[in-house]
């Protein structure tokens, strides 16, 4: 079982930045790939970003290349995403994720645990 707390969200002008965290329970923790999805208003759920296990390796949608970065920090069971540059279409709902594997994926169905989501709202 592996629970999973997002915190980080907020409101913040088109241009700046956010870094969302994600605290995981769980001893299992350290053998799951992560994942960052989100979710605008009146949209479908959206891959962001998702991580392996050691963390060497990430994969991120095309719109998030090179202004989101995530990260993991496996002393602390928490896994970051840093967002930089963004815009107001950046609105949405974010998840955590931990896949039921140790390599990344960017299909909802590899992810066994959600966090509860937290609101980021880019204003422009």
């Known amino acids: 079982q592996v629970q999973l707390v997002e915190s980080g969200g907020g409101l913040v002008q088109a241009g700046g930045s956010l870094r969302l965290s994600c605290a995981a329970s769980?001893?299992?923790?350290?053998?799951?790939?992560m994942g960052w999805f989100r979710r605008a208003p009146g949209k479908g759920r959206e891959f962001v970003a998702a991580?392996?296990?050691?963390?060497?390796?990430?994969y991120y949608a095309d719109s998030m290349k090179g202004r989101f970065t995530i990260s993991r920090d496996n002393a602390k069971n928490t896994v970051y995403l840093q967002m930089n540059t963004l815009k107001p279409e950046d609105t949405a709902v974010y998840y955590c994720a931990a896949a039921s594997g140790s390599y990344y994926s960017i299909t909802p169905r590899a992810y066994d645990y959600w966090g509860q989501g937290t609101q980021v709202t880019v204003s422009s």
């Open positions: 991580i392996n296990w050691s963390g060497a390796n990430t």
């Open positions: 769980g001893r299992t923790f350290l053998n799951r790939a």
